[in-house]
């Protein structure tokens, strides 16, 4: 399985993005996807997930801001942000949990994320 992320970008305050992840291989559909950031000096964090059933979960720190989506015909996942903050740079990675869920099985390359106050 191979994951390309997509999307990142320059962007002021209050600003949006959408990033992209596709994956490759069958089985994108039965797995739990989501997106960690990483900002400088800092550890990985995860930033919001979604189930094979189109559950999702956010971090507190992008609830209402921060939208996680998929279409499992495109084996693509989104993260949709809005009201974009200055710490919300950094460098996104999207991540693929195959059955049984319980760790990240694959990452993508990330796409950074740079938002200007």
């Known amino acids: 399985v191979q994951l390309q992320a997509s999307g990142g970008g320059l962007v002021q305050a209050g600003g949006s993005l959408r990033l992209s992840c596709s994956a490759s291989g069958s089985i994108f559909s039965s797995a739990r996807m989501g997106w960690s950031r990483q900002a400088p000096g800092s550890q990985r964090e995860l930033v919001a997930t979604i189930s094979s059933t189109g559950n999702t979960n956010y971090a507190n720190s992008v609830k209402g801001r921060f939208t996680i989506s998929r279409d499992n015909a495109k084996n693509t996942v989104y993260l949709q942000m809005s009201s974009l903050k200055p710490e919300d740079t950094g460098v996104y990675y999207c991540?693929?949990?195959?059955?049984?869920?319980?760790?990240?099985?694959?990452w993508g390359q990330g796409t950074l994320v740079t938002v200007s106050s």
């Open positions: 991540a693929l949990d195959r059955l049984p869920y319980g760790t990240v099985d694959y």
